[in-house]
């Protein structure tokens, strides 16, 4: 992982202040913001809107109706012991199909429950064993998602579901199964994310969010039937937790919703997290081979060529050299960029919907919060912060001004700059792939 970044951020504006800040840094022994390793097919989705969840997932041909519907977005149980409803319709070509009409997918995995909790023919969440169960949910949901086309930097939602939070042993071993559900999910390049009653076991993560006993999942997604939208202002959770992109909520619970003349039994959700990545298949619209290489723009070496009209998986897409009428470059599943123009998405001179952008997102670690900065350097102006926990959504790194042990300061989707240090990728030293330059 590298060396531990809990450090003091004070937002110096000159070089006597940030020298005096750099004084403070104590490293902590451990850290709840545990690094990712992304592999090279991968990226972070986005979902900021309205959701719904349904117990099986509807047919494609309700999915076309319910285009109606303000809803863009759906959870959808991948898999788990505990999962009450069969999935006839939930397959990888229903996957490819509902994410090509622009739907965006949250992916639940609803595995052993508490034993102060659930339904009384759920497996359990043993105090002995926690930690075992925790790592194999995230495989098994890893797995199960994989199948369905599900790629790496996907979010993966564990479903626990209320129980009694005057029971410690039960809470202790909630929270351990989370913790390693969470340690599993970063080691293999995913991010995590726990479903939680608010009023029943929310407040057990938050009272944890700054031990270092626990790895500290990415999102929270809470159950709270109330009719509100609202992603702040929940009792219990303190609005600088899970504060950057990183929350949900189920605000209505079952209840039946027609949209396009079909009738579904849903929950409500307001989302603003991170769901679920997938390809999206396209083709080489180019007369002769398309080059495939290391980075956007030509002067990066070819690592393959595609034959003229061959199918193409892309998973994202970002900014890089002009080709023609177009300055973005489509990041293919193997890792490799092609220039979209000679792709056949939607658009040859802008991003085209339903493409992600490219970004690996991270959790920062620091006592209070990092600045962010108009540019890599501490000489720029301060233009916001993140708090302790809070996701970096990287788009690019380059170098700048030297932050204790690193010059690599990131770029964040919405512009701005933070220092490489506070961020919780595989290293505070030098570049952290796969993230390009800028």
């Not at 951020?9 to 992304?38: D, E, F, H, K, W």
């Not at 159950?223 to 992109?245: E, K």
Request: positive net charge; proline residues 6%.
């Amino acid at each position: 992982m590298g060396i531990l970044r809990n450090v003091v951020r004070v937002g110096a504006i000159s070089a006597v202040t940030l020298a005096m800040s750099l004084a403070t840094v104590q490293p902590a022994a451990a850290n709840p913001s545990t690094s990712i390793s992304y592999p090279s097919g991968s990226t972070n989705t986005r979902y900021v809107g309205k959701a719904f969840d349904a117990c099986s997932a509807p047919s494609l041909a309700t999915i076309q109706k319910w285009n109606a519907s303000p809803y863009r977005s759906l959870g959808v149980y991948v898999g788990g012991a505990s999962r009450t409803c069969t999935q006839p319709n939930l397959t990888a070509s229903w996957v490819t199909a509902v994410t090509k009409m622009g739907w965006r997918l949250i992916p639940i995995y609803k595995g052993a429950q508490p034993t102060c909790g659930g339904r009384a023919t759920d497996p359990k969440i043993l105090p002995s064993t926690a930690a075992a169960q925790g790592k194999a949910a995230a495989d098994d949901a890893i797995s199960k998602g994989a199948a369905l086309g599900m790629v790496a930097g996907s979010a993966f939602y564990n479903d626990i579901e209320a129980y009694a939070r005057d029971d410690p042993t039960c809470r202790t071993a909630v929270l351990t199964y989370a913790s390693a559900w969470t340690s599993r999910l970063h080691a293999r390049g995913y991010l995590s994310g726990v479903y939680v009653n608010l009023l029943n076991g929310a407040a057990d993560f938050a009272a944890v969010y700054n031990s270092t006993a626990y790895a500290r999942p990415d999102a929270i997604w809470v159950a709270r039937y109330d009719l509100s939208t609202s992603l702040t202002g929940w009792a219990g959770i303190p609005n600088s937790f899970w504060a950057v992109h990183q929350r949900a909520k189920q605000y209505r619970g079952s209840h039946d919703e027609t949209w396009g003349g079909v009738t579904i039994n849903i929950d409500n959700d307001q989302f603003d997290a991170p769901v679920a990545t997938v390809r999206y298949g396209y083709t080489v619209t180019s007369s002769i081979p398309l080059n495939a290489r290391s980075g956007p723009s030509t002067s990066y070496p070819i690592v393959k060529t595609l034959p003229s009209r061959s199918a193409v998986s892309v998973l994202c897409q970002t900014t890089g050299l002009k080709v023609v009428t177009t300055s973005v470059w489509d990041r293919l599943s193997d890792g490799t960029y092609v220039s979209d123009y000679y792709v056949s998405t939607p658009s040859n001179t802008t991003f085209s919907a339903p493409l992600p952008r490219c970004t690996y997102s991270y959790q920062v670690a620091v006592s209070g919060n990092v600045n962010l900065r108009s540019g890599p350097g501490t000489q720029y102006a301060i233009v916001g912060s993140i708090p302790n926990g809070g996701l970096a959504a990287v788009t690019c790194q380059q170098s700048g001004s030297l932050v204790f042990t690193t010059r690599i300061w990131d770029r964040l989707d919405n512009g701005k700059w933070v220092s490489d240090y506070y961020v919780m990728n595989p290293s505070n030293t030098t570049y952290s792939g796969p993230a390009q330059r800028c």
